[in-house]
């Protein structure tokens, strides 16, 4: 089985997200993407808005929601608590699908994450246990749209965050997809939705209904 791992804070999870894992699953033939929330990350702040429990919530809406079992939710960093560490995660992963994996699994990151990721615990023990898959951005999105984000970079991270990236220059083994990260934002949908205004078509349905459901980001 050939599974994709997609980690983030999906705080809320968009169409960006959902778009990103069925293009691995449709166009990449990827079996399977698990949809990995954070607990703490170690390279930012998470913006306020909801419980980390309502974060797992949307997740499971939306992973429910699709035939076939293609997503699913895995909340072993929540679980685990305290930073969340990507090797941590992969370790605990390879474990469980140890029977099941035809290969390393995959780990999504944007390009502007890959630029940073020398900074990570362990780097070369995470490029050994995962095909680490890197996302462009849209050529339109600057740096400046990393900076509007709420979610504000920490410790060794802050303020060095950048959409530059050099896969020439990058020091590990990884691939480059050609699957564009769609330029939606979660801190745009957060203040779409406390200003009362439309974000329908920015969430899969199910986590649109989740969200008014339980009253989300007012």
């Avoid at 993407?33 to 990350?41: A, E, H, K, S």
């Avoid at 780097?123 to 600057?142: C, G, H, M, Q, W």
């Avoid at 769609?182 to 649109?208: C, D, E, G």
Wanted: hydrophobic share 35%.
């Amino acid at each position: 089985m050939k599974i994709a791992i997609l980690g983030g804070s999906f705080n809320p999870l968009h169409i960006g997200h959902a778009f990103l894992a069925d293009s691995m699953i449709c166009d990449y033939g990827y079996d399977k993407v698990l949809f990995v929330p954070t607990c703490i990350p170690p390279h930012k702040e998470i913006a306020s808005g909801i419980s980390t429990e309502h974060r797992l919530g949307l997740v499971k809406a939306f992973c429910s929601s699709v035939s076939g079992g293609v997503f699913e939710l895995e909340p072993c960093e929540v679980e685990r608590g305290g930073i969340s560490y990507t090797v941590d995660t992969l370790e605990y992963i390879t474990k469980k699908y140890k029977n099941e994996l035809t290969e390393k699994p995959a780990l999504l990151m944007g390009q502007e994450i890959a630029a940073e990721f020398y900074k990570w615990k362990n780097p070369e023990k995470v490029a050994a246990l995962a095909k680490i898959t890197i996302v462009p951005r849209f050529a339109d999105y600057s740096v400046k749209d990393v900076e509007k984000s709420k979610n504000k970079p920490t410790g060794c991270y802050a303020g060095d965050f950048s959409t530059e990236f050099d896969i020439k220059k990058f020091g590990y083994e990884c691939n480059m997809i050609d699957v564009k990260s769609l330029p939606i934002s979660s801190t745009n949908i957060r203040n779409r939705i406390s200003n009362n205004l439309s974000f329908q078509y920015l969430v899969p349905q199910s986590v649109f209904e989740y969200i008014l459901k339980n009253n989300l980001y007012k």
